[in-house]
Nanobody, 123 residues
Framework: QVQLVESGGGLVQAGGSLRLSCAASGRTFSSYAMGWFRQAPGKEREFVAAISWSGGSTYYADSVKGRFTISRDNAKNTVYLQMNSLKPEDTAVYYC????????????????WGQGTQVTVSS
């Protein structure tokens, strides 16, 4: 089990950038694949990006491809989501998640979750 704490959310204008961080506790962080999901009001939680335990493989939702970048620093037990060219439709609570073996990039495949951080993009 790993405990996750997100930070870096906030209010930004359309076209702006934010970097989310997710700090993990536990010595086995480097064993986990990590993901970012988001949930807007009245909508289901959706996949945003994921990264393998080594950082060698990354996955993105079509809606964020080319704008968002997921990365990790296993020495710091942290995963990041760099978000550029933000749009109002990116407004949501963003969640960090972990899983030991990544099978599918869907919420149900991830076993550990953070509390989320709000991202609001104004037009």
């Amino acid at each position: 089990q790993v405990q996750l704490v997100e930070s870096g959310g906030g209010l930004v204008q359309a076209g702006g950038s934010l970097r989310l961080s997710c700090a993990a506790s536990g010595r086995t962080f480097s064993s986990y694949a990590m993901g970012w999901f988001r949930q807007a009001p009245g909508k289901e939680r959706e996949f945003v990006a994921a990264i393998s335990w080594s950082g060698g493989s990354t996955y993105y939702a079509d809606s964020v491809k080319g704008r968002f970048t997921i990365s990790r620093d296993n020495a710091k037990n942290t995963v990041y989501l760099q978000m550029n060219s933000l749009k109002p439709e990116d407004t949501a609570v963003y969640y960090c998640a972990a899983v030991l073996e990544l099978s599918e990039v869907v919420a149900g495949s991830f076993t550990d979750w953070g509390q989320g951080t709000q991202v609001t993009v104004s037009s």
